[in-house]
C-alpha cells in the first residue's frame, strides 16, 4: 500500500509483472555453530575465580571492618558475569 502510495508521489511507472526482479535471489541455511568447549571450561574457571573473590572479599570486609558493605564489590562482578555468560549462551543458541 505504501509503496502504490510512493509510486504515486513519484511518478514513477508501475513495474510490468514479467520484469519483477527480488531482493533475495538464493538463500543457504547452515548447521548451528557447536559448542566450544575450550570456551566453557573458561566460562567455568571465571566463575569459580569469581566465587573465590567474592568470599575474599566478604572476609576482607568483616574482617577489617572497612565502612561499606561487600555488595558494593561483589554484586557489580556478579552481574557482570551473568551478562557476559548470557549473551555468549543466547548468541551460541541464536547462531
Known amino acids: 500500500m505504501f509503496a502504490n502510495l510512493i509510486q504515486l508521489i513519484s511518478g514513477r511507472p508501475l513495474v510490468p509483472e514479467g520484469e519483477f526482479h527480488a531482493f533475495v535471489d538464493d538463500v543457504h ?32 570486609v568483616h574482617h577489617y571492618r572497612v565502612p561499606f558493605h561487600q555488595l558494593w564489590v561483589n554484586f557489580p562482578t556478579w552481574l557482570l558475569g551473568v551478562l557476559a555468560t548470557s549473551i555468549y549462551y543466547w548468541q551460541v543458541r541464536r547462531a
Open 29 to 60: 541455511v547452515s548447521e548451528r555453530e557447536a559448542r566450544n568447549p575450550r570456551v566453557e571450561r573458561l566460562i567455568l574457571v571465571c566463575w569459580i575465580l569469581i566465587a573465590v573473590k567474592h568470599v575474599a572479599v566478604i572476609w576482607a
